[in-house]
């Protein structure tokens, strides 16, 4: 697929440029589909912490120009997945363990406001969609596709947290989820954690159609608080070499 940019991605790299056999078309640019590429790699980990990134390597690999891979490399470092330091390049960012440890209690802090605020204004049909995620996204789990836990995860929180009408914190919510997902998705596929975490969200989802607002949001808070101190107990074991069970 040419675009404007001068290339187009490789074919053992190309996404399906459309969204299903029925709905309109979507065509993606050769910078949505570089971005998408590269973020992947960053979240299951083929792009380590550190990694430089070269622009004109990358291009040459995905068949394309420097220009798209400028531009995904940009949105990258928004999402907080890349950083772009001066006279030396992008390379992966990497977070510390206080910093993620900072990043859960942004999210607690963040989301539980959010979901008070949600709480009793959720229509029918707003529980429906979020029970429907909720059963995508358990079956996504029982099968182990850790990939799509991320996407699903932030779809299902989300779901709960649109009717606050509160646009701009939910794009703050967005970018500190998807900073997080790296990591998760280690710890997921790693230890037991997302058995009584996927308990959670069914918990909580009952004790928001419920309209129990108090109960959800302690809930809520717990929820986040659990993973962000579990995964910084499965990161300082793995990051210092220790076997994880």
């Known amino acids: ?17 459309t969204s299903g056999t029925s709905g309109p078309i979507t065509v993606k640019t050769v910078a949505e589909q570089a971005y ?20 004109a390597a990358l291009a040459a690999e995905l068949g394309v120009s420097r220009i798209p891979i400028r531009e995904a490399l940009r949105q990258l470092e928004a999402e907080g997945l890349v950083t772009f330091r001066p006279h030396v390049g992008a390379s992966v960012s990497s977070l510390s ?15 539980t406001d959010v979901l008070g605020r949600a709480v009793g204004r959720l229509a029918p049909e707003d529980l ?15 099968r182990g596709d850790v990939a799509a836990w991320g996407t699903l995860n932030w779809e299902f929180h989300s779901a709960l947290y649109s009717v606050a009408l509160q646009p701009v914190t939910m794009n703050v ?3 500190l989820h998807r900073q997080a997902e790296r990591y998760t998705r280690a710890l997921l596929a790693l230890t037991h954690w997302g058995s009584s975490s996927m308990a959670e969200h ?44």
Do not use: C, W, Y
């Open 202 to 245: 069914r918990q909580l989802l009952d004790l928001v159609r419920g309209e129990d607002g108090r109960g959800a949001q302690d809930l809520l808070r717990r929820h986040i608080l659990v993973a962000g101190e579990s995964l910084v107990s499965f990161l300082r074991d793995h990051r210092s070499g220790t076997k994880v069970e």
């Open 173 to 175: 919510m967005e970018i």
């Open 97 to 111: 363990l206080p910093e993620i440890k900072e990043l859960f209690s942004l999210r607690a802090l963040i989301e």
């Open 36 to 55: 998408e590429i590269l973020r992947e790699r960053i979240l299951v980990g083929e792009l380590a912490e550190g990694t430089a990134l070269r622009q």
């Open 1 to 17: 697929m040419n675009d404007t940019t001068g290339g187009s991605v490789s074919r053992q790299h190309k996404d399906r440029s």
């Open 128 to 142: 429906e969609r979020a029970e429907d995620v909720l059963e995508i996204f358990e079956e996504a789990f029982a």
